[in-house]
């Protein structure tokens, strides 16, 4: 079974709007985390945003915030003021069990356009 | 802001041959991983690394497969017989016991023939 399911493969988005990239995750671990990370044409990979399954408040970074909705098992992140620097792929990913040393398990990610 | 290093950032091997592939990692994490993507698809896990031995690995780590810490600094990720099926782009990740997050190095883009 998918550990975690991104079920948008594209989408366009129009500069400076916001866009919700959705996450779901599978896991009967109480302690995980929950991340999101971006990659650009060029490769690399970006961490963008954390949250804790422990976590009280949505994780936020700048323009990022995490939509985390802890009973439907979503991690939903959200740009805000979409730019065109904002073009990439963007992956989901859980770390389960306590600690910050477990491995990720990445969802098949979601590539966004943003169009002028 | 410190960063994961990688080199080489591509490598074209024939097929049969080893491989090396260097992380550099950033100074005070403890925690090393490598992942691998093939081409248009999603990240996979590999193995991870902590305190000079093998924490966890993936079926995907079988015997051709092989990672070592040689002087402190660099971490490495050894694939004896390269097949064409390992032709992806391999990143290695750090991180520490201090924050969640596992930061990735630029990747190592290798293609075999």
């Known amino acids: 079974a998918q550990k975690i399911t991104q079920t948008q493969p594209g989408m366009f988005v129009q500069e400076k709007e916001a866009v919700t990239l959705d996450c779901t995750y599978d896991t009967s671990d109480p302690s995980y985390g929950l991340f999101w990370y971006k990659q650009p044409s060029s490769g690399e990979m970006i961490f963008l945003i954390y949250?804790?399954?422990?976590?009280?408040q949505n994780a936020t970074e700048g323009r990022y915030s995490l939509n985390f909705q802890k009973a439907r098992k979503s991690a939903n992140l959200v740009i805000s003021a979409s730019q065109l620097g904002d073009s990439a792929m963007y992956f989901c990913?859980?770390?389960?069990?306590?600690?910050?040393?477990?491995?990720?398990?990445f969802g098949a990610g979601t590539q966004v356009v943003v169009t002028p | 802001e410190p960063e994961v290093t990688q080199t080489p950032s591509h490598q074209v091997t024939q097929m049969g041959q080893e491989v090396i592939l260097r992380c550099v990692p950033i100074?005070?994490?403890?925690?090393f991983y490598w992942y691998r993507q093939i081409l248009g698809q999603k990240v996979e896990f590999l193995v991870s690394f902590y305190n000079n031995e093998i924490s966890e690995k993936s079926e995907i780590f079988d015997d051709q497969f092989s990672v070592e810490r040689p002087d402190g600094s660099n971490f490495t990720l050894k694939i004896r017989s390269t097949k064409l099926e390992d032709s992806a782009m391999y990143f290695c990740?750090?991180?520490?016991?201090?924050?969640?997050?596992?930061?990735f190095g630029p990747g190592t883009r290798l293609l075999v023939l």
């Open positions: 100074s005070n994490h403890l925690y």
């Open positions: 949250q804790g399954s422990y976590d009280q």
């Open positions: 990913a859980m770390r389960e069990g306590r600690g910050s040393w477990g491995k990720l398990q």
């Open positions: 990740a750090t991180g520490t016991a201090l924050r969640e997050t596992q930061y």
